[in-house]
Every structure is written in C-alpha cells, then in structure tokens.
C-alpha cells in the first residue's frame, strides 16, 4: 500500500534524480519547494512524507551527486600508479564531467552552497566538510607518493593538494559560466605544467 500522500506508482529514484538536477543547478537555498515538486513530479505532502524535509532531500540528492556524477572524478585516486597521474586524472576527469551537462554544469558541492549567512548553516556546513574532505584526499595521496619515495621527503603536501583543489573548484565556476570542454582541459594542462616545480626538492 502506498504511503499516505504519495502518488500511486511513485519511483522514489527517479524522483531523487530529478530533485538532484534542481539543486545541481539552483544551489539549495535558490530551489524552491515548487520546482522540486514540478521536476519531481509529486505534491508537497508526498514530497515530506517520501524525504521528510528539504534539508533531508537535498541530503539524499548530494549523496546521489557524489556516487554518480562525482564519483568519477574522485573514486580511481588511490588506485592509480603514482600521484601526478591521480591529480591530472582529478583535473582532466573534472573538465570532462562538469562539461556533459546541458543546464547543470559545475560541481553540485560546489555550486549548491547557501551563502555564508544562507538560511541553513548545517547544509553550509556539511558541503564544506565535502570540499575539505576532496582537499585531503589528494593531501594523503600525495604524502603516500613521499612514503614510498615518489616525491621527495620536503614536500609540501598540504600547499600542493590546496592549489590543486582550489583549481578544480575554479573549473566549476569556469563551467557554470559556459566554459567549453576545451577551456577546461586547456586549466588543467596550465595547472598540471606547474607539477614539476611544485614537487622538485629544496
């Protein structure tokens, strides 16, 4: 028996897509209840009674964000030979991934904050531990490269995996603004030429 307020044939993941692409491309605080409801398909109650609440839905639509379209940007890091193939993966994979879209363009992390006085700070909040967690990523990646002798032992780890993340950020604004793919790969080849001093010795 359906749950009381939602439609008859309700597809829950569809609906979650959907919802997904409204946040991707009008950030949290700038999706109003009634274009997710018009995207999704659904009324406000079954809208509740299917995610419980905005901050909930939006919850579930980063999670859904971070395994299908961000996941490969960031999921082959740690399995790539050495640690110059992971960031240029991360840089060229980005390029590629936040140029496939017609309307949401850009990373949804990103994008969909609310401002630093948005009508929700834990939604801030937790897209930043996003970003931050991305940051550390290749950080750990790099410091693996030190360990096992790939770059050097003065490396700076934490600068490097800070440039190369705020790139990437870069490129998402770069992309909502309309850049094509071509400028995309064109930063991260700028940004990739830099490696050989960023990790040469003192």
Not at 24 to 36: H, M, P, T, V, Y
Not at 51 to 75: N, R
Not at 88 to 93: E, S, T
């Amino acid at each position: 028996m359906a749950t009381r307020g939602r439609p008859r044939g309700f597809d829950r993941e569809a609906a979650l897509a959907r919802a997904m692409e409204v946040f991707w491309e009008r950030g949290f605080d700038n999706a109003s209840l009634g274009e997710l409801t018009r995207a999704m398909g659904i009324n406000s109650p079954s809208l509740y009674a299917a995610f419980g609440s905005k901050e909930a839905l939006f919850q579930e639509a980063m999670a859904l964000y971070v395994k299908t379209a961000g996941g490969g940007i960031w999921d082959p890091v740690d399995s790539l030979a050495t640690a110059r193939d992971a960031i240029a993966h991360v840089l060229y994979a980005t390029a590629r991934a936040f140029t496939c879209q017609e309307r949401s363009r850009g990373c949804m992390i990103v994008l969909a904050s609310p401002q630093a006085q948005g009508s929700n700070p834990s939604i801030s909040d937790e897209l930043e531990q996003h970003r931050r967690g991305n940051r550390d990523c290749l950080e750990q990646r790099l410091r693996r490269a030190v360990d096992e002798g790939e770059l050097p032992g003065d490396t700076d780890c934490h600068a490097i995996a800070t440039f190369y993340s705020t790139v990437q950020h870069g490129m998402s604004i770069q992309a909502r603004d309309g850049a094509s793919r071509e400028e995309l790969l064109g930063v991260a080849d700028c940004a990739m030429s830099a490696w050989d001093n960023l990790t040469r010795a003192s």
